[in-house]
């Protein structure tokens, strides 16, 4: 059974960089497309990007500045990398794979706090 | 870009009755790219739903996705109590490749 399985510091002090690994279990990436998203309360539900294990991205506009997507085969795992964060990046981030045009299978959730 | 507004916000109902969420696009889409999902207190979304209509993996069949055009629809049959939870759909395509609606609260 495939899960997925953020990972990351949960404390991300303003202007530095948000990091955070999806470990995949149970199957390989390969073939995937690996998507992020984030949680808060007044934004509801967004949409960060994807990659392809062949390496395609795709990101929200929105963030397409500051966000970068990269996969590792080798380790079954894909990263997000969010620059110059402040508090209003501050929500629960989820990695998921993007199945078709639908997410079928999510992570539990990662909350990411922005604050000094 | 496609806005995705759901309706109601929040929905009382109890046990056993028939449920039914609205899903409205701000312009005409593919069934194909709309799926639905349900999300508890502190877990992810589990999708519902996709391509409008078809359950995904052990979803009960109480749960009912419909519509075309702009205008979608989830159905719950015959309401148990795991059910009461949010609500969202999602559309696939455009310059914003996945968007969300902002969410029906299904309360008891």
């Known amino acids: 059974q495939v899960q997925l399985q953020e990972s990351g510091p949960g404390l991300v002090k303003p202007s530095e960089t948000l990091s955070l690994t999806c470990t995949v279990s149970g199957g390989s990436i390969r073939s995937y497309y690996c998507s992020w998203l984030r949680q808060t309360p007044g934004k509801g539900l967004e949409w960060i990007g994807y990659i392809h294990s062949g390496g395609n991205t795709n990101y929200n506009p929105s963030l397409k500045s500051r966000v970068s997507l990269s996969i590792d085969t080798s380790k079954n795992q894909f990263s997000l990398s969010l620059t110059s964060v402040t508090a209003s990046d501050t929500a629960v981030y989820y990695c998921?794979?993007?199945?078709?045009?639908?997410?079928?299978?999510w992570g539990q959730g990662s909350l990411v706090t922005v604050s000094s | 870009e496609t806005v995705l507004t759901q309706s109601p916000g929040t929905l009382s109902l109890s046990p056993g009755e028939r449920a039914t969420l609205s899903c409205r696009a701000s312009q005409s889409v593919l069934s194909d790219y709309l799926a639905w999902y349900q999300q508890k207190p502190d877990q992810a979304p589990r999708l519902l739903i996709y391509?409008?209509?078809t359950r995904a993996a052990g979803i009960p069949d109480r749960f009912s996705g419909s519509g075309s055009g702009a205008d979608f629809t989830l159905t719950i049959s015959r309401l148990e109590t795991e059910d009461f939870a949010v609500y969202y759909c999602?559309?696939?395509?455009?310059?914003?490749?996945?968007?969300f609606g902002q969410g029906t609260r299904l309360e008891i």
């Open positions: 999602q559309l696939y395509g455009g310059s914003l490749a996945i968007t």
């Open positions: 998921a794979r993007l199945l078709g045009y639908s997410l079928d299978l």
């Open positions: 391509r409008a209509s």
